[in-house]
């Protein structure tokens, strides 16, 4: 009877998982789902006994079905979430009354003082006028300001920010916002993100103003959890002290470990990221670790997989208990169980299996960029590499055994003999040298590196073109050198995780006796951080590339399909499949699809970057500038980089792979944070500028530039050139400007753009008095970039009626302390006829300028 061949399980997920992925991307009631579903049900009863090769197809249309129908009944099933706008104003405070389920670290604040991010559930939240007892996740960063640590100091007191532990009760004055995504195609979900973590709320308190509150809110097994996680932390910290602690610890058991951005960048570019994260490898590693001690032990294999599925679950426990860490610990329980009843026909049954539990428990996890990484990455071991190895590597491998017995050659396969009568030859030859035993040793070590590594380099291979699209897709990276890159990391996480893991066990019994292991770790991260540092110097090493187009997706996953296939071919479909995988790999790199631009126009976007200014502009001949990249301000306490994860990702939706030139108006955090990002994912030929700033900001970013062969091309008062079809003018600042620090407003470069008959004025963070100079420029335009956000301090009526623009648009953030743009101000435009957008409330906009006429479009996310 057909039942799907040998792999059945893994054939009727992936139907399921077609349904849910139809179910989301064509609507259908939930009645037509459940009619197809019982008609393909009946089919497959009719036809089961008989015609079972009928049958089974029947049964994957009704599973398909089921798939669809089963997210609009989850999706039905989910309460509606409380308004909690009223509570979330981004300005004025709101008193929090809730307790800590999931704790933070301490650690120095870049702008000065110490911060921590801990999690709460409310229990109250109250305004002057409301309040409300709702349960809601909220993230939190708490803050003491440099003034208050060194007052703390000074009278040997305690520091007033401390960790705050799971199940305390807090009252605070907080500054509350809602979650928003940023107004742009191809931005992070961050609402999503957050929400999958159970996060409705962000916000900042002071902790002075955090009081502890009696009582206990939580657990039994919460709080054994956080006890534990805070006990290994201790002894990580006491084992390796400073950055190599907190690498340890992001490795070991994950959570808010800190480290350079330089680091993570250097994980990122290389592709062994999932290394530096609790992610699938590392419960991987440390589990075949775990098995493998307790198999040379005299348990027995059924011992032995009880006693590791027992500890990675209690490695889980204690871990940064994520969903992807879930989903690698259920995968890998399901594979140890199906590999002790099945054996060869474990792989692809056991994924089927864990797949199909993990969606049942919510069918929306099929759509988040981990659990497809972490499937797609099993899929292309156990379906594709393992197939290959065995008719490649493994029997090589088995040939290795036993080399003095010919008779044991001939229960291996032609090949595998002949390799072995080659290696007594070479043995033959040495032995006259060395002696035979010592010549044995040898050949077979030698021999038996060669195959492992060949072994994790056929693997790695196949990883990587398998994981080409949903790297391209959601992270814009190829990293082509991922392949040595793993082939070195891996084995290194083999040796490190495994004493690692011992070191803190035996911490606990004696510094001493952890000494060994922990000095083996660190010799172990020294060489894995410095292999990573290494590769990731070379711009060879991090390809990023915009979002492929669907015929480019279909045709990868159509490789990866017909891959998955051919590999328990002959040899020759077998090679096929693979050179057709590779192929697909590299046209995903190779043939990217032209920029999204609109010829013989000159075009203007305001990106959305919250409080910042960013703006794109394409001149007629298709050149492309940047001018200001967002960024966090100087008062903000989060490493976001809005380079990388706003603007670079706008750039890509777009199909943008370089820049000719990018600009900045002048050196302050919200305009120049995220352009260190933009150089190197887009590689610039210019830098404009207006002042040489003193700033640590600026001097960071002349070094990338340096780094990347950036020219820089420094513009003031005067100047005037021709850049890609159109006309610049350059009004501010004046030749004769002192720069400083902090850099000031009235420092930015201001451009004044014409294409024909039609112009754009671009006024950075000018003040009044830079707008009285500019009053003096002949400075009217069609479009003006409002100055300062909307400050009271600039959009003056005399100079409004002086640049008589048509259009005008603000870069704002949504509930920006600030208040900006001011209702002042935008009544000033609003009595003046001016057609303005806001970027906090439409998201990116569009100005197109033709030479004659301007057209104004947001646009579409």
């Not at 008609?39 to 798939?67: D, E, K, V, Y």
Request: aromatic fraction near 10%.
């Amino acid at each position: 009877m057909y039942c799907g061949g040998k792999e059945p399980v893994f054939i009727v997920a992936v139907a399921f998982a077609s349904g849910i992925a139809t179910a989301k991307y064509v609507w259908r009631s939930p009645c037509c789902w459940l009619i197809a579903c019982s008609i393909a049900c009946f089919g497959t009863l009719l036809f089961w006994r008989r015609h079972s090769q009928i049958a089974f197809p029947f049964l994957l249309l009704a599973t398909t079905a089921l798939g669809a129908f089963y997210l609009q009944a989850y999706d039905a099933a989910q309460m509606t979430p409380p308004d909690l706008h009223a509570f979330a104003p981004g300005e004025g405070e709101v008193i929090v009354t809730g307790h800590v389920i999931r704790e933070g670290l301490v650690r120095d604040s870049p702008y000065g003082g110490k911060q921590e991010s801990v999690d709460i559930e409310s229990e109250e939240l109250k305004t002057a006028d409301r309040s409300s007892n709702a349960k809601v996740g909220i993230r939190l960063t708490l803050y003491s300001r440099e003034s208050e640590e060194a007052a703390a100091e000074a009278s040997g007191s305690e520091s007033p920010l401390r960790v705050y532990t799971y199940g305390e009760r807090l009252r605070l004055a907080a500054k509350l916002r809602m979650p928003r995504n940023y107004g742009n195609p191809g931005a992070l979900d961050l609402v999503g993100y957050l929400s999958s973590q159970g996060i409705r709320l962000t916000g900042s308190a002071r902790a002075s103003q955090v009081e502890v509150l009696p009582g206990f809110e939580g657990t039994t097994v919460g709080l054994w959890r956080a006890r534990a996680r805070r006990s290994i932390l201790a002894h990580i910290q006491a084992l390796w002290p400073g950055e190599q602690g907190a690498l340890m610890q992001a490795m070991l058991i994950g959570g808010r470990a800190f480290f350079g951005r330089d680091v993570k960048t250097d994980f990122q570019r290389t592709g062994t990221y999932h290394i530096l994260v609790v992610s699938g490898i590392n419960v991987g590693i440390l589990a075949f670790a775990v098995f493998w001690a307790l198999r040379k032990l005299p348990f027995g294999e059924t011992a032995a997989t009880v006693l590791t599925i027992l500890l990675s679950w209690g490695y889980a426990f204690v871990a940064d208990l994520g969903s992807p860490i879930i989903r690698a610990t259920i995968a890998l329980n399901i594979y140890l169980v199906t590999r002790l009843l099945f054996r060869d026909r474990a792989g692809l049954n056991a994924l089927g299996i864990a797949a199909l539990g993990i969606l049942l428990v919510n069918p929306r996890t099929l759509f988040e960029a981990s659990f497809q990484l972490t499937f797609l990455s099993v899929i292309a071991v156990a379906g594709i590499a393992v197939p290959v190895l065995r008719r490649t590597v493994y029997p090589l491998q088995s040939g290795l055994r036993n080399l003095d017995s010919a008779a044991f050659d001939y229960s291996l396969p032609t090949r595998a003999a002949q390799f072995r009568s080659d290696l007594r030859l070479v043995r033959g030859q040495l032995a006259e040298l060395v002696g035979k035993r010592a010549a044995t040793f040898s050949v077979v070590r030698i021999a038996a590196f060669s195959l492992g590594a060949a072994e994790l380099m056929i693997g790695s291979a196949i990883i990587q073109f398998a994981l080409t699209l949903p790297m391209a897709w959601y992270f814009h990276r190829v990293t082509t050198l991922s392949l040595p890159a793993n082939a070195l990391v891996i084995p290194l996480a083999g040796v490190l995780m495994p004493a690692a893991v011992l070191a803190v066990a035996l911490s606990y019994l004696s510094a001493w006796l952890a000494w060994i292991p922990a000095l083996i770790s660190v010799y172990s991260l020294d060489l894995l951080t410095g292999t990573v540092r290494v590769i990731g110097h070379f711009r060879l090493s991090d390809v990023r590339v915009p979002t492929p187009s669907l015929p480019i997706c279909f045709m990868a996953a159509a490789a990866l399909c017909l891959a998955l296939v051919l590999a328990r071919r002959r040899p020759a479909l077998m090679w096929t499949g693979l050179a057709v995988l590779c192929a697909a790999a590299f046209a995903l790199v190779l043939f990217p699809r032209r920029p999204d631009i609109k010829p013989g126009v000159l075009e203007i976007t305001a990106i959305d970057v919250g409080q910042g200014d960013s703006l794109l502009i394409v001149t007629p001949q298709g050149k492309l500038l940047l001018l200001d990249s967002g960024g966090l301000g100087a008062t903000s306490r989060s490493d976001f980089d809005v380079g990388e994860e706003v603007v670079s990702p706008y750039l890509w939706s777009r199909d943008i792979r370089r820049l000719d030139a990018v600009a900045i108006s002048h050196a302050h955090a919200d305009h120049i944070g995220g352009m260190r990002s933009i150089i190197a994912n887009f590689r610039p030929q210019e830098l404009w500028y207006g002042v040489e700033s003193p700033t640590r900001d600026f001097a960071a970013l002349k070094s990338t530039a340096a780094a990347f062969g950036v020219v820089l091309k420094p513009h003031h008062a005067g100047d005037e050139f021709e850049f890609g079809g159109v006309h610049f003018r350059v009004l501010n600042p004046q030749p004769d400007w002192h720069a400083s620090d902090p850099a000031q407003d009235d420092e930015s470069l201001v451009l004044h753009i014409e294409n024909g008959g039609t112009s754009a004025l671009l006024v950075g963070d000018s003040h009044r008095r830079i707008e009285k100079l500019l009053m003096e420029e002949n400075p009217q335009a069609d479009l003006l970039k409002i100055p300062h956000h909307g400050s009271l301090t600039s959009s003056t009526p005399e100079f409004l009626t002086t640049v008589h623009p048509r259009y005008a648009v603000v870069s704002s953030g949504f509930y920006n302390p600030f208040r900006h743009p001011r209702p002042e101000v935008m009544a000033r435009y609003a009595a003046s006829h001016i057609t303005t957008y806001r970027t906090d409330l439409a998201g990116a906009v569009s100005f197109y300028l033709d030479g004659k006429t301007v057209t104004a479009r947001p646009v579409p996310r």
